[in-house]
């Protein structure tokens, strides 16, 4: 275990430079922050100084390695654009991500297991294929024009919740929070289902087709002959059996909703770090890109840490010590 | 129970009346792109200054029209060449109470070229004055080491801050707050990166009451979100609408559109560095040309007139575009009268070409950036498909303004799409700095990324440069535009209007300088 914890932190390590270097080559391999930066009437004494300014003047090999000292300390640099720490941008923003994240992520679990059990129990009914049709949109469907339909029914035409933003925030253990406040959530409800709906849209399936399976599994027959009610049968035989691989696609589909909510967020103008990321590449802001995918790296190894653990501790035939050469 | 929900009822009206009330006087406000910073020195970037005017101003401000108005400044005037006075205006106060004088100029033009990490500082405006002398608490006199026509101009960029926070505050003093101390109508109240910024009332500004208390200032840069936004009545005013709702818009007698010509022309610059032929540019049989064609002036005429401007601003700017002739419009200093909009013509072009030596036309890319100027992308489409009626192969290639303008820079381009806004509203600076002949310690041609050349038009540029008399120098500008332009050193296409759009009851003054600022909206009855 701890010989597997110190080779697993190796990897992760050697990963997160290689990482680095990548995106410090790609961000200047694609062109010349200081020709954005500057202003196009600025002349060439100006264009030296900022160049010089941001540290852009010393040769490509250098500037990773003042990076990479500085990572070591826990420095990943200033922005370009906004002069602060690039890891303190990130962490402000972070927090509206999570939330908006969790949410959807909430509302995907909340009505989608439920639907897809409907559906699958009931498959031929009108309500099952009702639902199964909803899924199908919700898939299809961009999710930039969900956003542009849901600002234009319930801001616009009904006026029931403001159109961008995130609402009041209060402090829950140090980090500020807006479901807990009635504005905040009105902000929080658009965006969250916006994000939800393809998520929602996946766990109907899901959980539909686990369902329609597990129903006609011997356990299933057997319980029901034992004569146990439906609702014990389902809640608990059916239910906990197709709920594994729910939980590894729910654990995988977070990660990918914190990483990537950029389009709901530019639609919402939710201040979180998606639109940060955006920004930050339109603008060649390499500090910010970089201490960005570290930190989402880094959330990544950490997830997939805690899974390669738990599975250890669930399935005991699979050994940390050797998982490596096995997988 | 019943009564003290009754009771709780009354208390709640008795509350919301005033809050209703107060509700008048704020007003929120739909901005297209980010700000930097809150320090007015730290980045010399459009939205910033925007944005800052209203807390910060300068020595002398530009009316809507871009004309200079006296600020913090009453009056100016060059004592001789290299001399300039400006008289301070009295009883003007920062919004931390201390009195504004002279010594707040000295320290605040000695902060600007000095502040760290800058990605682009306001050096630039500052850096002509080579000793400044104090006369009086509200006089002050600044010279210069040569003849410089555009100080009083380029000193409108430069806003002015109190000496204590001058000598010590940090970008990050302004970020929070705690240093963001200007003379402006509004003052400071909250800025959340990328988000937001909120504004209150400045009572005893010297220009007289304002009619907002509060003023929220949001980042919209999502077109579509902005207009929801406004729609919806979230927001009272957007800046930048864009194109495909204006017919909406303006329809709607809920809302009010205001546009007005900018100072930003949209152009297209022919790569000339050397004889051979430039990048992008070919046979039609993909073999290389053996001479560059954009070297011809012919060449470059027949480009020009065989782009149907009418149609462009017609039919993909929805009448928000201002065919061009020249680098600023019509009202703008150093423009010429006798340069109209080339005739679209694409007979007269076939016939150029073939003198040219290009009876069959040749193979060109159409290069341009697809985030940067308003429908930039579909222009550089219309243009192709102009050209493909004088028998050009032309096809487009564009590129995010990230990519795009390093590789514009580094002569990667043959035909290029670009843009430039003239900050000093006079057509001399934009001459010098697109079509002059590269020289970038003498700041001539700094954006000259086609590096043409005419020994003709320097000669008029550096003689406007050192000509102190308003009307003698406009005379040589409008002489070095009418050479540049009849050489068609370059291919100008239109002047972007800028527009805003409005909720009912709020009315908003345009602007040249695209600046969208609290003190031209005003309520209306």
Redo the contacts between chains.
């Keep these: 275990m701890l010989a597997f914890t110190i080779r697993r932190l190796g990897q992760s390590v050697f990963v997160l430079v290689v990482m680095a270097f990548l995106v410090f080559l790609g961000v200047y391999a694609?062109?010349?922050?200081?020709?954005?930066?500057?202003?196009?009437?600025?002349?060439?004494l100006?264009r030296a100084?900022?160049t010089a300014?941001?540290g852009l003047d010393r040769p490509f090999f250098e500037q990773f390695a003042t990076f990479l000292a500085g990572a070591f300390r826990g420095d990943l640099g200033?922005s370009?654009?906004?002069?602060?720490p690039a890891i303190q941008?990130i962490l402000?923003?972070l927090p509206a991500t999570l939330e908006l994240a969790m949410a959807a992520t909430v509302i995907g679990i909340v009505l989608g297991i439920p639907l897809g059990l409907i559906a699958g129990l009931r498959p031929n009914s009108v309500l099952g294929r009702g639902i199964m049709a909803g899924s199908i949109l919700g898939f299809s469907l961009p999710t930039?024009w969900v956003g542009?339909v849901l600002?234009?029914l319930f801001?616009?035409k009904l006026?029931w919740l403001?159109?961008?933003?995130?609402g009041d925030t209060v402090l829950l253990l140090g980090v500020p929070v807006s479901f807990l406040t009635a504005d905040g959530l009105a902000h929080l409800a658009m965006p969250a289902f916006n994000l939800a709906l393809f998520k929602l849209s996946l766990l109907i399936r899901m959980t539909r087709a686990g369902t329609r399976e597990a129903i006609l599994q011997d356990y299933v027959k057997f319980a029901r002959a034992k004569g146990l009610s439906s609702r014990r049968v389902i809640g608990v035989h059916v239910l906990k059996n197709i709920l594994i691989p729910i939980v590894t696609v729910i654990g995988l589909e977070l990660g990918s909703v914190i990483a990537f909510a950029v389009v709901t967020e530019?639609?919402?103008?939710w201040?979180g770090t998606g639109?940060?990321l955006i920004?930050s590449?339109?603008?060649?802001d390499r500090p910010v890109i970089v201490a960005y995918l570290l930190v989402i790296v880094t959330i990544f190894i950490a997830i997939n840490f805690v899974v390669d653990i738990v599975y250890s501790l669930l399935d005991p035939r699979v050994r940390l010590g050797q998982a490596a050469g096995a997988h | 129970m019943l009564r003290m929900l009754r009771f709780a009822a009354a208390a709640l009206v008795a509350f919301a009346v005033p809050f209703v009330a107060a509700k008048d006087r704020e007003v929120s406000i739909g901005l297209q792109a980010a700000i930097t910073s809150i320090d007015p020195h730290y980045h010399n970037l459009s939205p910033n200054n925007s944005l800052l005017l209203n807390i910060y101003e300068p020595l002398i401000n530009r009316d809507p029209d871009g004309r200079l108005v006296p600020a913090l400044a009453v009056s100016w005037k060059a004592i001789d060449d290299l001399t300039w006075e400006f008289r301070l205006r009295r009883g003007v106060k920062f919004h931390d109470g201390s009195p504004f004088t002279a010594e707040d100029v000295v320290a605040t033009y000695k902060r600007v070229p000095n502040v760290p990490n800058s990605p682009s500082s306001m050096a630039t405006f500052v850096k002509p004055i080579v000793e400044t002398k104090v006369v009086d608490p509200y006089t002050i006199v600044f010279k210069t080491a040569a003849p410089h026509v555009l100080l009083p101009s380029d000193l409108a960029s430069v806003y002015i801050i109190p000496k204590a926070v001058a000598e010590t505050a940090t970008t990050a003093d302004f970020n929070s707050g705690k240093a963001a101390i200007g003379t402006g109508p509004y003052k400071f109240a909250e800025y959340v990166p990328n988000s937001r910024v909120v504004m209150r009332a400045n009572y005893g500004y010297w220009g007289g009451e304002e009619p907002w208390d509060k003023i929220t200032w949001k980042i919209l840069s999502n077109t579509a979100a902005r207009v929801a936004a406004l729609l919806s009545g979230d927001v009272q005013m957007i800046e930048t609408v864009p194109t495909s709702d204006i017919a909406k818009l303006s329809s709607d007698k809920n809302f009010r559109l205001a546009d007005k010509v900018s100072n930003r022309v949209i152009y297209v610059h022919l790569h000339q560095w050397s004889d051979k032929p430039p990048p992008g540019v070919t046979g039609k049989d993909g073999k290389p040309l053996d001479k560059n064609p954009f070297r011809d002036a012919r060449v470059r005429k027949a480009l020009s007139i065989a782009i149907n401007r009418d149609a462009i601003a017609q039919r993909i700017m929805e009448g928000k575009s201002v065919p061009a002739a020249q680098l600023l419009a019509d009202q703008f200093f150093g423009t010429s009268k006798k340069l109209r909009p080339g005739k679209y013509d694409p007979e007269g072009a076939k016939k150029l070409l073939a003198e040219a030596g290009y009876p069959n036309g040749f193979a060109l890319t159409i290069y341009g950036p697809n985030n940067r100027y308003i429908n930039d992308e579909k222009i550089a489409q219309a243009i192709a498909q102009f050209y493909s009626r004088i028998g050009i192969d032309a096809k487009v290639e564009t590129l995010p303004a990230s990519v795009y303008f390093t590789k514009a820079t580094q002569g990667e381009f043959g035909y290029m799409l670009l843009g430039w806004g003239t900050e000093s509203n006079e057509q001399g600076s934009s001459l010098r700095s697109l079509l002059a002949t590269q020289d970038l310690s003498k700041g001539m041609g700094v954006t000259n990324r086609a590096h043409y050349s005419n020994p003709a038009l320097d000669k008029e540029i550096v003689e406007a440069m050192a000509t102190m008399d308003d009307r003698k120098r406009e005379g040589i500008i409008q002489h070095g535009a009418e050479i540049a332009m009849n050489d068609t050193a370059l291919i100008p296409i239109h002047f972007e209007v800028s527009t805003w759009a409005t909720a009912k009851g709020y009315k908003y003054t345009p602007r040249t300088d695209q600046y969208t600022l609290a003190r031209d909206l005003k309520p209306i009855k």
């Design positions: 694609i062109g010349d922050p200081v020709e954005l930066l500057v202003n196009p009437q600025a002349d060439a100006e100084r900022a300014a941001l200033r370009f654009v906004y002069n602060v941008l402000e923003k930039f542009l600002i234009m801001s616009v006026g403001p159109p961008n933003g995130r530019s639609i919402f103008a201040p639109k940060l920004d590449i339109n603008q060649l």
